[in-house]
């Protein structure tokens, strides 16, 4: 299976497709999204919402040609960034698989319209250690952080990332710390203004005071299948950390500051699972396992027993999406 996202990438993106569509299927049959998610304030997912008309199906078809079309995106900036080989798509892949791994995950949660904001913003600390002057750089980050915070709340805790990665870049100037906040700041600030005029400002106050207090860690609530695929992820980010470190190949310095800062956002990523619920939809965990995944993948030499192991996962995951059509809940 290695080799064949090594060759062909036409091929690659037709395979995939496929199996976004077919882990997507049950999302349409079951039609499970209009669960009252206990979300707070989401100005910028409910004026989507409003803009497809309150439909399940619409707003599901919408999600999911989104997520199809990150997919390929964020596969591209990995290759850019030299985590994963050009002209592969092994990233796609595993996104795909770790992204879809839970039926709860192919709805129209408001992490999912968040997600390529999210990654915008990564995308974007990863370039400033090679550009001279980063201000630019830095004050994008904090909107693109802004913005998906309002779709997704615990989006925002993003900043304390970027000011981490800020540090493991070796940047003194207190001013570059200042600027994602200002970038951060900026879109509240517009939104504020434009609820004041619009004499709504006690109400948005309130909203955003509790929607904040909201962001805390609450109980790992879990069925039992969610638990065993929590226990999967973990191990394989481990085992993916640890093959990562222990490889020479392609270990630039830029790659060497982009693989540190990708590990304190496994960090973050552990604790947003905890941070609202359904916890199986604060995705961004499944985010950053499948890029430790595919980042490792691409030092393996020895592809037989890991070809099989992603065979399994792959008929694992697509049985778990299609266990709720036949009344299965474990």
Same mark, same amino acid.
């Given at each position: 299976m290695l080799k064949f996202f090594k060759h062909s990438y036409i091929a690659q993106a037709v395979v995939i497709v496929l199996l976004i569509a077919v882990l997507w299927i049950p999302a349409f049959l079951t039609q499970s999204n209009d669960q009252a998610y206990e979300y707070p304030t989401t100005p910028m997912y409910d004026f989507v919402l409003g803009i497809m008309g309150n439909s399940n199906i619409a707003m599901t078809i919408f999600v999911m040609l989104l997520f199809g079309s990150c997919v390929f995106v964020f596969n591209s900036m990995m290759t850019v960034d030299n985590l994963v080989p050009r002209y592969s798509s092994i990233f796609s892949f595993v996104m795909v698989l770790c992204m879809c791994c839970v039926p709860i995950n192919n709805n129209y949660y408001p992490f999912l319209i968040a997600l390529p904001l999210m990654v915008m913003a990564q995308q974007t600390v990863f370039l400033i250690y090679n550009v001279e002057k980063p201000e630019r750089y830095l004050m994008n980050t904090g909107i693109f952080i802004a913005v998906g915070s309002m779709f997704y709340i615990p989006a925002i805790l993003m900043i304390f990332w970027v000011l981490f990665a800020l540090i493991? *870049?070796?940047?003194?100037?207190?001013?570059?710390?200042?600027?994602?906040?200002?970038?951060?700041?900026?879109?509240?600030?517009?939104?504020?203004?434009?609820?004041?005029?619009?004499?709504?400002?006690?109400?948005?106050?309130?909203?955003?005071a509790n929607a904040f207090t909201?962001?805390?860690?609450?109980?790992?609530?879990?069925?039992?299948?969610?638990?065993?695929?929590?226990?999967?992820?973990?191990?394989?980010?481990?085992?993916?950390?640890?093959?990562?470190?222990?490889?020479?190949?392609?270990?630039?310095?830029?790659?060497? *500051?982009?693989?540190?800062?990708?590990?304190?956002?496994?960090?973050?990523?552990?604790?947003?699972?905890?941070?609202?619920?359904?916890v199986m939809s604060n995705g961004y965990f499944f985010m950053i396992v499948s890029i430790l995944v595919s980042m490792a993948l691409c030092y393996v030499k020895k592809t037989k027993l890991v070809d099989i192991v992603m065979v399994v996962l792959m008929i694992a995951v697509i049985v778990n999406q299609y266990l709720p059509l036949f009344g299965i809940k474990i």
């Amino acid at each position: 299976m290695l080799k064949f996202f090594k060759h062909s990438y036409i091929a690659q993106a037709v395979v995939i497709v496929l199996l976004i569509a077919v882990l997507w299927i049950p999302a349409f049959l079951t039609q499970s999204n209009d669960q009252a998610y206990e979300y707070p304030t989401t100005p910028m997912y409910d004026f989507v919402l409003g803009i497809m008309g309150n439909s399940n199906i619409a707003m599901t078809i919408f999600v999911m040609l989104l997520f199809g079309s990150c997919v390929f995106v964020f596969n591209s900036m990995m290759t850019v960034d030299n985590l994963v080989p050009r002209y592969s798509s092994i990233f796609s892949f595993v996104m795909v698989l770790c992204m879809c791994c839970v039926p709860i995950n192919n709805n129209y949660y408001p992490f999912l319209i968040a997600l390529p904001l999210m990654v915008m913003a990564q995308q974007t600390v990863f370039l400033i250690y090679n550009v001279e002057k980063p201000e630019r750089y830095l004050m994008n980050t904090g909107i693109f952080i802004a913005v998906g915070s309002m779709f997704y709340i615990p989006a925002i805790l993003m900043i304390f990332w970027v000011l981490f990665a800020l540090i493991v *870049h070796g940047i003194r100037e207190m001013r570059l710390y200042l600027i994602p906040i200002v970038g951060l700041a900026t879109p509240y600030i517009l939104m504020a203004t434009i609820i004041y005029i619009s004499g709504n400002s006690m109400e948005f106050i309130n909203d955003y005071a509790n929607a904040f207090t909201s962001i805390g860690l609450t109980k790992l609530e879990i069925t039992t299948m969610e638990k065993v695929v929590l226990l999967v992820m973990i191990i394989l980010s481990v085992l993916s950390i640890l093959k990562i470190w222990s490889s020479n190949v392609n270990n630039l310095i830029s790659t060497r *500051h982009r693989k540190k800062v990708t590990m304190v956002l496994f960090c973050l990523s552990v604790l947003m699972l905890f941070t609202q619920n359904p916890v199986m939809s604060n995705g961004y965990f499944f985010m950053i396992v499948s890029i430790l995944v595919s980042m490792a993948l691409c030092y393996v030499k020895k592809t037989k027993l890991v070809d099989i192991v992603m065979v399994v996962l792959m008929i694992a995951v697509i049985v778990n999406q299609y266990l709720p059509l036949f009344g299965i809940k474990i």
